[in-house]
């Protein structure tokens, strides 16, 4: 069956960095598009990066832009959150998820999804 499973979240004081990573199993990877997500406590879920099936096209909102960064490798199954100054607000449950082809920040149109990994950004 399909599995997307997220790794590198963590605890991190502000200005720092973390890595996610997000590897895939069971779809052919390459095909689909990644999406990043978050959710922080009574908060909705909010989009904060995607990126094509080639790699050719990544897509951020302006809360994270110039901030996080988005890539993938297809010969690894897995894509990438590079964050980079991390703040406070940027404390959630971080998930990727997949979706054939066309990229997309709903989240309703996501096929896939990770169980989650925590981002904890200390003040």
């Known amino acids: 069956q399909v599995q997307l499973v997220e790794s590198g979240g963590g605890l991190v004081q502000t200005g720092g960095s973390l890595k996610l990573s997000c590897t895939a199993s069971?779809?052919?990877?390459?095909?689909?598009?990644v999406g990043w997500f978050r959710q922080a406590p009574g908060k909705e879920r909010e989009f904060v990066a995607g990126?094509?099936?080639?790699?050719?096209?990544?897509t951020s909102p302006d809360s994270v832009k110039g901030r996080f960064t988005t890539s993938r490798d297809n010969a690894k199954n897995t894509a990438y959150l590079q964050m980079n100054s991390l703040k406070p607000e940027d404390t959630a449950v971080y998930y990727c998820?997949?979706?054939?082809?066309?990229?997309?920040?709903?989240?309703?149109?996501?096929?896939?999804w990770g169980q989650g990994t925590q981002v904890t950004v200390s003040s």
């Open positions: 998820a997949a979706k054939r082809m066309v990229l997309s920040r709903d989240s309703e149109s996501y096929d896939y």
């Open positions: 990126i094509s099936w080639s790699g050719r096209s990544t």
């Open positions: 069971g779809l052919t990877f390459s095909t689909y598009g």
